[in-house]
């Protein structure tokens, strides 16, 4: 009977996170729309008024597909497979992912990773943690001059990854806010990135813990097992 309960219990959370994203969805959509009706009865020809409609209509669906990206890395959380994985591999993929929207916000990206690092997990997961605590540092950074360092090792059987910016830092009241469903301080945020990197962690047997300091910048610490191949359920992974 308990296992049923616990069962009808993450079912109903599901389908209330499902609801609350339909929702969130909902309004960007009904943006697009309107300005889509807007730009096909217009009758007159004015280019550069079309072109602001059109980049509104861009910016909308982009809010909608984030919404359903980070949602999806949410609601997918009890289908986790475990592998053997070497992270220095999957940090350094990420790192040419996030290259390119690096330099797009002008903010250099330094590396400095240990090899190799094992972990066990799925590291489909894992990446979308690394992308979205990176993403968050790019996003804090001030165009110019910023600073966006990624820094991993063990120390004591722990993985430890580091990911510190020179941006715009948090409070000690925001940082306990963060992993809060919906809880952003970006106009075009989700506020979903942490509250599934949080779940992740937790599934992987992780945490995660911030320091930081408003305008000097953040450090954002994930703290991962090692693992060993002798592991009790190493050998058949
Ligand atoms: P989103 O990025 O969509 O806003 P997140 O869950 O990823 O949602 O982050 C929530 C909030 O936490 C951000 O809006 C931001 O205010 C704060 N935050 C996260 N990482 C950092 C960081 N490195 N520096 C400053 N603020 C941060
Ligand atoms: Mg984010």
């Not at 790192?95 to 997990?121: H, Q, W």
Request: with cysteine.
């Amino acid at each position: 009977i308990r296992m049923e309960l616990i069962k009808a219990e993450k079912l109903t959370l599901v389908s209330e996170l499902a609801a609350s994203v339909a929702h969130e969805v909902r309004n960007p959509l009904t943006v697009v729309r309107g300005f889509v009706q807007l730009i096909g009865s217009s009758t007159d020809n004015n280019i550069t008024q079309k072109r602001e409609y059109m980049n509104l209509v861009l910016a909308e669906l982009d809010r909608a597909q984030s919404i359903i990206t980070d949602y999806l890395g949410l609601a997918s959380q009890q289908f986790i497979s475990k592998e053997k994985i070497d992270l220095t591999e999957t940090l350094d993929e990420i790192r040419t992912l996030m290259i390119s929207y690096a330099n797009f916000k002008t903010v250099t990206l330094t590396c400095d990773l240990e090899s190799p690092l094992y972990v066990l997990g799925d590291q489909a997961k894992l990446k979308q943690v690394f992308i979205n605590l990176i993403k968050n540092a790019i996003e804090a950074v001030p165009n110019m001059d910023g600073n966006v360092t990624i820094r991993a090792y063990v120390s004591y059987e722990i993985v430890r990854v580091k990911i510190s910016d020179n941006g715009v830092g948090m409070s000690t009241e925001q940082i306990a806010r963060l992993g809060e469903p919906y809880y952003s301080l970006k106009e075009n945020g989700t506020g979903l990135g942490l509250t599934v990197t949080y779940s992740i962690l937790k599934n992987h047997g992780g945490s995660i813990r911030y320091k930081s300091e408003p305008n000097k910048g953040t450090i954002a610490i994930v703290s991962l097992p090692t693992y060993f191949a002798n592991d009790k359920y190493g050998d058949d992974v």
